[in-house]
């Protein structure tokens, strides 16, 4: 199983950032997927995830109305539109995939910087 992340990058306040996560080596509209981020000092936590068939979202309250998470199974992604980027937003952040038996899989992550 390979999670590739992409689209970080350096943004102003109040900008916009649209994450991509690439899978490859699982049945992707079988698994549970989600963004999580780990800023420095701090623990690794859920922004958002969505289900298998991308019928139902789950957001962070932080992040509420802001992000927005979607899958597109016929490219085998997920992905996360960022809006009204506040430097708390500031973080690495991770696709995560769950399997059926409850194993996670990881991406190496994607750095997000929002400058005040």
């Known amino acids: 199983v390979q999670l590739v992340e992409s689209g970080g990058g350096l943004v102003q306040a109040g900008g916009s950032l649209r994450l991509s996560c690439a899978a490859s080596?699982?049945?992707?509209?079988?698994?549970?997927m989600a963004w999580y981020r780990q800023a420095p000092g701090n623990q690794r936590e859920l922004v958002a995830s969505?289900?298998?068939?991308?019928?139902?979202?789950n957001y962070a309250g932080s992040v509420k109305g802001r992000f927005t998470i979607s899958r597109d199974p016929t490219k085998n992604k997920m992905y996360l539109e960022m809006n009204s980027l506040k430097p708390e937003d500031t973080a690495m952040y991770y696709c995560?995939?769950?399997?059926?038996?409850?194993?996670?899989?990881w991406g190496q992550g994607t750095q997000v910087t929002v400058s005040s």
């Open positions: 995560n995939i769950r399997t059926l038996f409850g194993y996670d899989y």
């Open positions: 080596g699982i049945t992707f509209s079988l698994n549970t």
């Open positions: 969505i289900s298998p068939g991308g019928e139902s979202a």
